[in-house]
């Protein structure tokens, strides 16, 4: 059932998509291989820059504001919605992640904003670089493409611990759960 509740979600998006344009806030987790949707977003910002895509790496920025309020697509880069965060849950207040409440196993993302960066500087420190992975299930094999089938890519979220501390209880945002 929670298939085609799921399929049912996606062909609406796509229909909204074609029948209304390019939507402000994109669904992540709609996209069969979202990994060719974050290329050709980066793609796109390389050209309208007229830059090498080589230099080009995201900067995040978690918003406060909800999916409604974000009535149009930003200049640069794109909002992505549709995101799960387990093993932790994001505080709205401070702005970063934050220890899971009791018996909460999943807490839903607020919008990204993925923000085409060139020759950006990682952060050494602040931030947890958290796994995004299409499904529960945290493995996948190399396809043909040499992309993951489950891995998708890495967000930084702002954090006042270290690495290790989310690392250790397993935090990551999931594209879609089992239920």
Known sequence: ASWVVDLE??????????????PSVYWISGFFFPQAFLTGTLQNFARKRVISIDTISWDFK?????????TKQPDDGCYIRGLFLEGARWDPIKQMLAESRPKELYVDVPVIWLIPTANRKNPDKGIYECPVYKTL???GTLSTTGHSTNFVFAVELPTD???KH???RGVAMLCALNY
């Open 9 to 22: 979600a996606r062909m609406k998006f796509i229909t909204d998509w074609i029948e209304n344009g390019m």
């Open 62 to 70: 978690v918003m406060r504001e909800s999916l409604t309020e974000l």
């Open 137 to 139: 299930t945290r493995a």
């Open 161 to 163: 611990q270290l690495q």
């Open 166 to 168: 989310w690392i250790k």
